[in-house]
């Protein structure tokens, strides 16, 4: 796989693989990114609806912000990393997203800092998988386009369990969607944190409404 004018060895595909797979305990699986209040509130019923959210949220939303901040986490010098994390935070449109963030990448941290012996520690997720790249020699592009996909597979593993939406179309809508995990991957190594915005105004809504849903089986 060619990537950030390289070709990706199978080493560094493999270990991405298993960064961001379901397997790797950042707990991902407990997060909907506020979907769960969108379902729950009718906004959110079918497959169609799923496929819509998921590509405001990927292009529009935390998707892009997160490929900008992986991407500023990687090219930074460590007394710079600070001050990306402490933009990522801020950018976080609720508590449940700074929470989701937080404990995301603070696992994410641990488990890969015992593993790989790399050391990442107390950062939001992306600026934590940005980092740990970078120490570990992977390729942005290829880092920015598996951090992704996860992101957008796990968003689709939830709307199976709350919509409920059936497996074959849940993987339709991954498949569908994955263009764009290298489409954003390939915008944002050509950007900076100049151009962070956030326009998913919907999606950040439902975060908000999640905190006070009075019965919700994710954490946001």
């Known amino acids: 796989m060619a990537t950030g004018g390289r070709m990706a ?5 493999l270990i991405l693989t298993q960064w961001f797979s379901p397997a790797y305990p950042v707990g991902a699986f407990a997060y909907s990114h506020g979907l769960e209040w ?3 509130a009718g906004h959110v019923t079918t497959a169609k609806h799923i496929n819509a959210w998921i590509t405001e949220v990927m292009c529009h939303g935390a998707g892009w912000n997160d490929s900008l901040f992986l991407a500023a986490a990687y090219h930074a010098d460590s007394c ?3 001050e990306v994390d402490a933009t990522a935070r801020a950018f976080c449109a609720s508590a449940d997203r700074l929470k989701e963030t937080h ?13 790989w012996a790399t050391d990442v520690q107390g950062l939001t997720y992306p600026v934590a998988a940005g980092r740990a790249a970078r120490l570990q020699g992977l390729p942005l592009d290829l880092t920015t386009q598996v951090y992704l996909q996860a992101f957008l597979a796990n968003l689709v593993a939830a709307a199976m369990r709350l919509v409920p ?12 969607l994955s263009p764009l995990c290298t489409r954003i991957a390939q915008d944002s190594s050509n950007a900076s944190l100049d151009d962070l915005a956030s326009t998913a105004f919907l999606a950040d809504i439902a975060a908000m409404k999640h905190e006070t849903q009075y019965s919700r089986i994710f954490r946001t």
């Open 9 to 13: 060895t199978a080493t560094e595909i």
């Open 38 to 40: 969108a379902i729950d």
């Open 80 to 82: 710079e990393l600070p």
């Open 103 to 115: 404990l995301q990448g603070a696992a994410f941290c641990g488990i890969t800092a015992k593993v």
């Open 165 to 176: 939406l059936g497996q074959t179309d849940g993987q339709r809508i991954i498949r569908d």
